[in-house]
């Protein structure tokens, strides 16, 4: 059973540049939401996926996009990089089941975006 | 005001000692789950334990345990016999609803360290 699978692992990236991180859910999974963890702090919810949607979105910038395909994967784009945007990107997948959208959320291992 | 408190930044114990783990949470609402999660170095986040705030009961799982109470608002974690394989940091998180669905918001996290 493949779990959560992020890519690239690594990125190097330069002020002003645009970057797409990609995700692919939990088998099984049909939702998927993103995080951006900086160093020595928890992570922070930028935005959740389901349906193809954007259902909920944190407390960040327009900068940050998004979007979910139909077989559930999902790409993160972050636009006119700042050098603060350094970080570990994670992605998580869960089930929205109707009626219940407090399923356990699983990570992948994650993307270290670095921006000189 | 936090919603998540992990008072402890970082733990360093020697093997085989135990070790908990302090979490305290602050929500209005009554319908809420709490997670415990662990990152080791590699970076991805691994789940551990979920629990909602209708179930009280403690838990117990090897090594691992949980003591919920809701009178103090704590979900704290004890490791027993600690071992080398345990240093990680543990990332504490509240769900609580909002617009329909459950977003974790996690506390700061605490560096454990187990020396051999």
């Known amino acids: 059973d493949a779990g959560v699978t992020q890519s690239p692992t690594h990125l190097i990236k330069t002020r002003g540049q645009q970057v797409t991180l990609r995700c692919s859910p939990k088998?099984?999974?049909?939702?998927v939401s993103w995080y951006q963890q900086a160093l020595g702090q928890g992570p922070q919810f930028i935005f959740q996926?389901?349906?193809?949607?954007?259902?909920q979105r944190g407390n960040f910038p327009d900068r940050f996009s998004g979007h979910q395909f139909p077989n559930y994967s999902s790409e993160l784009n972050v636009n006119a990089l700042l050098l603060g945007d350094s970080a570990l990107y994670l992605c998580?997948?869960?089930?929205?089941?109707?009626?219940?959208?407090?399923?356990?959320?699983?990570f992948g291992p994650g993307t270290r975006l670095t921006v000189l | 005001a936090q919603k998540v408190t992990q008072a402890q930044t970082e733990i360093s114990v020697v093997e085989k000692e135990d070790v908990t783990l302090d979490c305290v949470y602050e929500t209005r609402d009554t319908t809420y789950y709490l997670f415990w999660y662990k990152q080791p170095p590699s970076g991805e986040l691994v789940f551990l334990i979920r629990r909602n705030s209708f179930d009280e009961q403690n838990e117990i799982s090897g090594r691992y345990s949980w003591n919920f109470q809701k009178s103090t608002s704590s979900f704290n974690f004890t490791i027993t016999a600690s071992q080398v394989v345990d240093s990680a940091v543990y990332f504490c998180?509240?769900?609580?609803?909002?617009?329909?669905?459950?977003?974790?918001?996690f506390g700061r996290g605490t560096s454990l360290i187990v020396h051999p």
């Open positions: 998180a509240l769900s609580e609803p909002a617009r329909g669905s459950y977003i974790p918001t």
């Open positions: 088998s099984g999974h049909d939702t």
């Open positions: 998580a997948s869960s089930l929205s089941r109707q009626g219940r959208l407090a399923d356990t959320q699983y």
């Open positions: 996926y389901y349906e193809e949607e954007e259902r």
